[in-house]
Each structure stands twice: as C-alpha cells, then as structure tokens.
C-alpha cells in the first residue's frame, strides 16, 4: 500500500488505510512495539472506513484515540470525514467535521489540540491546494477553522519541537515548497522561517526528537533521496552528519 497514514501511542503504531492498486484500501494494521509483530488488517467494528477504503488521509493521536481526517475514497473524491479509533477498545467512530474536503493534509498536535493543515480539495479558495487550516479541540471533539498557512500547499511534511509546529516542503502550484512555516500554539499563527530547504520537493516526510526535525525524500521532479535536518534552537538547517 502507498498513500497510506500512520499514527500510534507507547504500546501500538498504527498504519491506515491507503492505496493498494487499483482501489483505496480498507485496511488497518497494528504493530505491537514491544515486540515488532504486525497484526494485518484488524478485524474492526464497524468496518473500516465502510468497505469503500480511503487514501492520502492524515493522522493524530492522543493519549485515547487517534484521529484519521480527510483523504479520498475510491473515486478520487474528496473528504471532509474525521475517524476516531478508540484504543482502548479498536472501535472506531466517523463523522463530517472539517470545515472543507480536504486530502493530502498534513497535521500537528498540542495535549490539547489537533491540527489538520492545508492539503488538496475543491473550492473555495481557489486552485487546489489550500493553505486553511483546521483545529480539533480534543475536550469537546468540535472542529474549527483557525486561520491560514501563508503558502497553499499538499503532500507536504510536518513535525514539532516542544514549542512550535513546523510545516515543510509539498506541492504549491505552480511550483513545489521550499519555504518552511511555523504555528506558534500559543497564538495559532503561522510564520516563515528565515532557513529554506535546499531545493522543494513535494511528497516528503518528517520525523524528530527533541532537537532535530528531518525532512526526507520526495519529488523534484524526479525521486530524491536527500535527508534536510533542522535544529530547533536555531531553525537553521543542514545535512544529517556535515
């Protein structure tokens, strides 16, 4: 499966739904982490996603649930769904609750907030790819929309120090992102930092630790294979070992 989204706790890591050619897949798997078994394709009530599937979703979870936003079904159409998996019990919830049918986000979390980022979807707003955003309350499972990234952009990266979420890369039409953009949570704005990536790519993904972000691979056009590190004390940003 490509096109698939992932999100998980201490125990369990979680890798949903996605592409499996020729249609969206239903599927959940569930890796247990203290031993790294995978159990494949969770027998889960109600079904998955229905039995349709969905792709190019995003992700979050919190100490309870983890929470499956947007994407696209079989047909290409996309969703303003929000799925909730309850870990205690692997039962899952769904309902409409982004403010725009959106697939391609990216998202970011406080303990108190969700955030589901820019992405792909129809009007308003012009073009494709958006530059809104969307806030889950993780109190009262309500949705709002915060505001705007100051770049429209899709399958782009995210991740966060313990202060601030970052935004990197993705495809902004006309061209692909290398500007990257920080939320401060505390306002729920959205600035640029001065530091580019060396080139833009779309398709890219993140990860981090308390000091580093990393952004890797993607699309330039062409598959890329280059790993950007920034460090979070000084947003500045470098190779991983130079």
Do not use: H
Request: proline share 5%; hydrophobic share 25%.
């Amino acid at each position: 499966r490509s096109e698939l989204s992932a999100a998980g706790n201490s125990n369990y890591g979680y890798f949903i739904g996605g592409l499996s050619s020729p249609q969206a897949s239903s599927k959940i798997d569930r890796m247990d982490v203290s031993n790294e078994t995978l159990t494949d394709n969770l027998s889960l009530n109600p079904p998955t996603f229905g039995t349709l599937g969905i792709k190019r979703t995003t992700s979050l979870a919190n100490n309870n649930y983890i929470y499956t936003a947007g994407g696209a079904g079989p047909s290409g159409g996309d969703d303003k769904e929000v799925t909730r998996m309850d870990l205690s019990t692997e039962v899952l919830t769904s309902r409409d609750m982004l403010t725009y049918d959106r697939a391609w986000m990216s998202s970011l979390k406080t303990p108190s907030y969700g955030y589901f980022c820019g992405g792909e979807g129809p009007p308003p707003f012009g073009g494709s790819e958006k530059s809104t955003y969307d806030r889950l309350d993780f109190s009262t499972e309500s949705v709002n929309n915060s505001g705007f990234m100051n770049t429209k952009r899709q399958e782009f990266a995210s991740f966060q120090s313990p202060e601030y979420g970052y935004v990197a890369g993705g495809d902004g039409w006309p061209s692909y992102q290398c500007r990257i953009e920080r939320l401060d949570f505390s306002s729920e704005t959205f600035s640029y930092v001065s530091n580019y990536m060396p080139e833009g790519r779309e398709g890219v993904n993140a990860f981090c630790n308390e000091n580093f972000g990393y952004i890797a691979g993607g699309w330039s056009p062409g598959n890329r294979s280059v790993i950007d590190r920034m460090e979070f004390s000084t947003e500045t940003m470098s190779l991983p070992g130079v």
